[in-house]
T-cell receptor
């Protein structure tokens, strides 16, 4: 079945570092991918919609200069957390669906997430 | 966005069927009903989806009320591996976003 691969699975780094997370669709093409953040014992919060070949669309309250999104190909989107601080520590998850097929009637496929810890 | 209402948590015994309810009284005629689940420390996993008719797959069954204002996810024989948070989500035909609610945390008792 369709698979979304996320890398790295976890990362620990110092405050002030920028961290890049990759999200790949392995056996399908995706013009749109989504990035979520999840804090412990909470639900997933949609951060932004990544659009292939154009600018990402950010949800209200998400800083676009803090969370840079690039969707350079139909199988790869990246999220860069710039100048990360301890409050950015969270579980980041991406998702995508096969671009072939009608919206709503296709499942979304999720990556296994990236656990980011900023010291 | 059309909203769904689910119980915060449920408990079931291993090897017994589980019925997870979801209310979506403001559903529109073109909204699909999707279910996802999230196991601990993993990304969500697609379970099943439907529009009007009941649906079955290898993981579960989805029973949709005739007026579509509610649905039930049925796990026919729960195992310990089914312990997860289950999310019922409405997906408009013209919108690709998935907005997650709080879901139902399912506990399976051995």
């Amino acid at each position: 079945g369709a698979v979304v691969s996320q890398h790295p699975s976890w990362v620990i780094c110092k405050s002030g570092t920028s961290v890049k997370i990759e999200c790949r669709s392995l056996d399908f093409q995706a013009t749109t991918m989504f990035w979520y953040r999840q804090f412990p014992k909470q639900s997933l919060m949609l951060m932004a919609t990544s659009n292939e070949g154009s600018k990402a669309t950010y949800e209200q309250g998400v800083e676009k200069d803090k969370f840079l999104i690039n969707h350079a190909s139909l199988t790869l989107s990246t999220l860069t957390v710039t100048s990360a601080h301890p409050e950015d520590s969270s579980f980041y998850i991406c998702s995508a669906r096969d671009q072939l097929g009608p919206l709503g009637n296709q499942p979304q496929h999720f990556g296994d997430g990236t656990r980011l810890s900023i010291l | 966005d059309a909203k769904t209402t689910q119980p915060n948590s449920m408990e079931s015994n291993e090897e017994e069927p589980v019925h997870l309810p979801c209310n979506h009284s403001t559903i529109s005629g073109t909204d699909y009903i999707h279910w996802y689940r999230q196991l601990p420390s993993q990304g969500p996993e697609y379970v099943i989806h439907g529009l009007t008719s009941n649906v079955n797959n290898r993981m579960a069954s989805l029973a949709i009320a005739e007026d579509r204002k509610s649905s039930t996810l049925i796990l026919h024989r729960a195992t310990l591996r089914d312990a997860a948070v289950y999310y019922c989500i409405l997906r408009p035909r013209r919108d690709d976003k998935i907005i997650f609610g709080k879901g139902t945390r399912l506990h399976i008792l051995p």
